[in-house]
């Protein structure tokens, strides 16, 4: 096969491979690059017969990429993310008439403590930036690099590489029992707390927890009755049960707003963490970007 030059190529063509790699389907291509779907299908025909490949094909679980299109695609993720970034640099971002769309990993636990006071602060000096949040997931680096994500909120003690952290909060533990618990009055005694059954909140499915941790080192347990993957269920469990939980502080002030619970300091010593946001070189100078950061540590100063 004769070598391909690129001056050969419409460049926007990449383009439109790179949206159809992203989303996986023309239809999600089409939306995130605001054009119809035939105007991507078009474009991704031209491009395969310019390159003499098929570059994604249909299968069972969607669509797939070929091997030439997996080369090229980490090359066009770094490519169209380095123009992007150099052309938003010299951009003016004016949040009250800016239309943007940031993405953002976060676990359940700081969506619940973050999100309401920032979108309120969005509503009044923003309307047109949208938020996508996403489950925190393994490869944050490589996510946040290829511009996937935006920013990641959660514990990073420290920056690695092209990445860039900020500390926004502290979070300690607090004891969370329902309104009228039979057993808990205002303070709680080690011996009190181990009688109690508990809810374990395993959000990566594991078996330890800063609290069973801090038991073990005494050569203690407790009873756990009820293991979930989240904290939005837990607090209205214990609201209706005699189960006790423990739960980072500022996500249960928040929930002892909403039901009928008591919050109570824990009898032993459990090891708070910082929740951070993390994001790439990348977009560090990013008008925008620079913007929902400032945002962000100014809720969280807040809270």
Known sequence: ?????????????????????????????????GVTQSAVSHGLRRLRDALGDPLVVRTARGMRATPRAERLANALRRSLGDLDSALRDTAVFEPAVARRTFTISAADATEAVLLPPLMRLLVQEAPNIDLIIRPQAPGVAERLADGELDIALGVFPEASGALRVQPLYRQQYVCMVRQDHPEVKRSLTLERYLKLSHIRVAPQGTADSPVDDALARQGRRRKVALVVPHFLVAPMVVAETDLALLLPERLARRYAELVPVRLVQPPLEVAG???????????????????????????????
Request: proline share 2%; hydrophobic share 50%; aromatic share 6%.
């Open 1 to 33: 096969m004769a070598s391909i030059e690129l001056g050969q190529i419409d460049l926007n063509l990449f383009v439109t491979l790179d949206a159809v790699l992203r989303e996986g389907s023309v239809r999600g291509a089409a939306v995130r690059l």
């Open 273 to 303: 963490f910082t929740v951070s946001q993390l994001w790439s070189e990348r977009v560090h100078l990013d008008p925008g970007h620079m913007w929902l950061r400032k945002r962000l540590a100014s809720v969280a100063r807040s809270i």
